[in-house]
């Protein structure tokens, strides 16, 4: 679950991003606040990650061709960490509806406007890629479509209790998804939502995103910062939906 040296991929950060969409229940119902350090943390690796793609992107942009290598390395990157940002950022938000406060939305808000920044910048870029690459840029468009529609259902599940949409990419679907939520569960069993959830994220979501690892150091960062947020008791939750992620999670915690 981290960069080139400890395996840190696309899939596990939409992984990471379920995982949150599953705790995150228990976690507004015990009004559990992240602590400080873990919100310097979520901070500062996204925007030392902003900094590093946008000084990427102005180097190509300085070459005066569009470099659709560059973009297919980007796009993935970003669109990934935005499952897993916009996720744990409406986390955020419910808390601080919940508790009448703004100090966790302003944090979240300006994490996910930097990450929203290097995506009009990509598809700024997406526009000037010679015609002869029209088929590899369609495969990117492909790409930001599931993520943003896989970001929005596990946002919905999160938002429909407190009506933070704030973070999904089309609030009207991630409302849906929310009310579907509400409806599917159960008041004294297992959620049959969350099996149809996580049980669709691995079979038509993550396969279509690359297992290579990712070499940006500052995700490593980004995702025991998220971890830290969550109680390790929390991420231990009897059933057969515990993911093999959530199991290595609280075993790395134990």
Not at 16 to 26: D, F, K, M, N, R
Not at 116 to 141: A, M, N, Y
Not at 160 to 169: G, Q
Not at 213 to 242: V, Y
Request: glycine share 4%.
């Amino acid at each position: 679950m981290v960069s080139r040296d400890f395996g840190l991929s696309a899939k596990s950060l939409a992984e990471l991003a379920l995982v949150v969409s599953q705790v995150a229940p228990s976690l507004l119902d015990a009004t559990v606040t992240p602590p400080v350090e873990s919100l310097q943390a979520f901070w500062r690796s996204n925007r030392m990650l902003q900094k590093r793609w946008q000084n990427e992107l102005n180097v190509e942009t300085n070459a005066g061709v569009p470099d659709i290598e560059l973009l297919e390395r980007l796009a993935p990157r970003v669109f990934t960490s935005e499952i897993l940002v916009r996720t744990f950022s409406t986390l955020l938000a419910s808390l601080d509806q919940q508790n009448g406060a703004d100090d966790l939305s302003r944090v979240a808000r300006n994490v996910v406007s930097g990450l929203l920044q290097i995506r009009l910048t990509i598809f700024s870029r997406l526009l000037d890629v010679p015609e002869k690459f029209h088929g590899r840029v369609l495969k990117i468009d492909r790409l930001r479509r599931r993520c943003d529609r896989w970001t929005d259902l596990l946002i919905g599940t999160i938002a429909i209790r407190n009506d933070c949409f704030e973070f999904a990419f089309d609030p009207d679907r991630a409302r849906d998804f929310g009310e579907e939520a509400m409806f599917a569960d159960s008041a004294d069993g297992p959620r049959p939502f969350e099996h149809l959830v996580s049980a669709g994220l691995r079979v038509t979501f993550l396969q279509h995103l690359s297992s290579q690892s990712f070499d940006e150091p500052e995700f490593l960062s980004l995702t025991q910062s998220i971890l830290s947020s969550i109680p390790c008791q929390t991420l231990h939750r009897d059933g057969s939906l515990r993911s093999s992620l959530e199991r290595r999670i609280y075993a790395s915690c134990r």
